[in-house]
């Protein structure tokens, strides 16, 4: 009776570490091709609605108004969005007139978070330009195209000042509830205001 011969064992086991090292890689690479085109962290996305002055006037040549701002923030993640306390900012020619906290909350994920910020501006002076503007009179005008000397009520100009809103968030996304991920989003507006009567003539973000 002929007996058969085992294959060295050394060599079974060094076929079966190449196999579960090649297993190992595909599984790592899959991983990743998963992470990088559905969990991969991407920033919120904030965008402003409106802009309104509830309160305006000007005395002195300083102005007083109370500011509120509408903005929308989108969670595109397909995990929470987690966000510190935020910030908003509001700046006339370069110095900060007005602030606000935003209290840290969550935006499930895909999900829409609507939010509005409304706080009163201390009295500040205005500009030399926009001073010597509020002082003149202003004559009413023809009708015009929008874009072409349209003002308010589309038929009087008048002078106006620009203000800057900043609004900044920050928090972290948490993806497959292991893996923690900072993000921040940012956004900025350019908003004029009519010195006449403080309505909003428009905003650039």
């Not at 991983?31 to 965008?47: A, G, H, R, W």
Request: glycine residues 6%; charged residues 10%.
């Amino acid at each position: 009776m002929v007996k058969q011969k085992r294959p060295p064992s050394g060599r079974t086991n060094l076929a079966s570490c190449v196999v579960a090292t090649i297993f190992l890689i595909f599984v790592v690479i899959v991983l990743l091709i998963v992470y990088f085109t559905v969990f991969k962290p991407k920033e919120p996305k904030i965008s402003v609605s409106a802009v309104q002055l509830p309160s305006f006037s000007v005395s002195n040549n300083n102005v007083n108004f109370t500011f509120s701002q509408y903005v929308s923030v989108q969670n595109p993640n397909r995990a929470a969005f987690s966000h510190y306390d935020s910030t908003l900012q509001l700046l006339y020619s370069g110095s900060q007139v007005g602030f606000m906290f935003i209290p840290a909350g969550k935006i499930e994920a895909g999900r829409t978070s609507l939010m509005a910020a409304t706080f009163s501006v201390q009295s500040f002076p205005l500009s030399s330009s926009s001073s010597a503007a509020a002082a003149a009179t202003v004559n009413p005008v023809p009708n015009f195209p929008d874009g072409f000397g349209a003002g308010i009520n589309g038929n009087r100009l008048g002078p106006s000042i620009e203000i800057e809103s900043r609004l900044e968030m920050a928090g972290r996304i948490r993806v497959l509830h292991v893996f923690a991920h900072h993000v921040k989003s940012k956004t900025g507006c350019r908003v004029s205001i009519a010195v006449s009567d403080g309505s909003v003539l428009s905003f650039h973000c």
